[in-house]
């Protein structure tokens, strides 16, 4: 049993439940910011600590799982998991109405990314503590 961690975009926050649901039908455990957090942890405290820790427990983790597009917040995790040597996977939400998701692995080849500002990668120098 592997401790996952899954990223995803705000966007897709609200498909968080399912996608937790999604790594334990695979027999590992899911470990979701927006669970554990809510959205920042609704400004009771400085994005700064959330970003430390959500790297943190990151490190810790045996993988890291992707679920939709890439945004920029996304894309510096998966720099961090690769300079710590974890694994990433990454998933396709598939839309099947307005609250149903199938979720689909792709290659890296067939990742899509959102709204990317035009900078260089990998940039650990954003959130690194």
């Not at 996977?89 to 689909?104: M, P, Q, V, W």
Request: hydrophobic share 35%; glycine share 6%; net charge negative.
């Amino acid at each position: 049993m592997k401790v996952i961690f899954t990223a995803h975009s705000s966007r897709n926050s609200h498909h968080s439940m399912m996608i937790c649901k999604y790594v334990f039908e695979r027999g590992h455990i899911p470990v979701n910011l927006f669970n554990l957090y809510g959205y920042f942890l609704y400004g009771l405290v400085g994005k700064d600590k959330i970003f430390r820790a959500n790297n943190e427990i990151l490190k810790k983790c045996d993988e890291l799982w992707i679920f939709g597009e890439i945004t920029e917040g996304v894309q510096i995790e998966i720099d961090l998991a690769k300079r710590e040597n974890i694994p990433v996977k990454y998933f396709k939400l598939i839309r099947n109405g307005a609250e149903s998701i199938t979720i689909s692995e792709i290659s890296e080849k067939e990742i899509e990314y959102d709204n990317i500002p035009d900078i260089e990668y990998p940039r650990h120098d954003i959130h690194e503590f």
